[in-house]
């Protein structure tokens, strides 16, 4: 009787337990799809109220673009996606994804990492060379505006908190206290989101709402 060839014999082992394997990897994608969504939820559960609910990949609605940025739509059509503005932040603030992942492709801001600390230069409107950034006064640039969250503020248990109005690069034009209480002023508030960054509190006690979704 011949003797089955070591090649067959691996072929039939591999064979084997693929087929193992197959109901595993059957039960494997279910759970990833649970865990994916107990993640969501467990986001959803951490936002902090007024933001909006969270976007397919798990963002939060439409992100902060750079100062002197075009409206969304708009600023989606006309931006380049050359990276000069990038590249010009002094504190790397601007990111891009080409990806697409975050942002559209487009360039955007983190402020819970990096927010705009609103340069001297305003270097990124200078190099851009689309017209996506239009040059804009300071006390015109409108990225968004910041919301405070009254209740996870260490204010409200006591604490005399007052990082968000110290380091504002506007001052009191845009953010003070009133009545002891985090008093943000609308119009004056640029959305820089440095006051997102430097917030103690976890999840963050103000956040800057996009202004794509504030109109």
Known sequence: MREDRPVDRRKFFREGLRELLRP?????????NVARQLG?????????????PPRADGGFGPVLRPPGALDELAFRD???????????????????????RE?????????DTQACVLCDGLYCMEVCPSGALVRTPLPDIDIGTAR?????????????????????PM???AIDL????VHVIEDGCTGCGVCQQLCPTSPRSIVVIPKALRM
């Open 78 to 100: 006309t931006c380049s996606r050359s990276g000069r503005c990038v590249e010009a932040c002094p504190v790397k603030a601007i990111r891009l994804d080409p990806a697409g």
């Open 178 to 181: 009133r009545e002891g209480k």
């Open 148 to 168: 405070w969250n009254e209740p996870t503020c260490l204010r409200t248990g006591g604490e005399d908190c007052r990082i968000c109005i110290q380091k504002c």
């Open 103 to 111: 942002g559209g492709g487009a360039p955007w801001i983190d402020a």
């Open 171 to 173: 001052g009191l034009a």
């Open 40 to 52: 969501n939820l467990e986001r959803e559960a951490s936002r902090p109220p007024g933001l909006p």
């Open 24 to 32: 595993l990897a059957s039960a494997i994608e279910p759970i990833e």
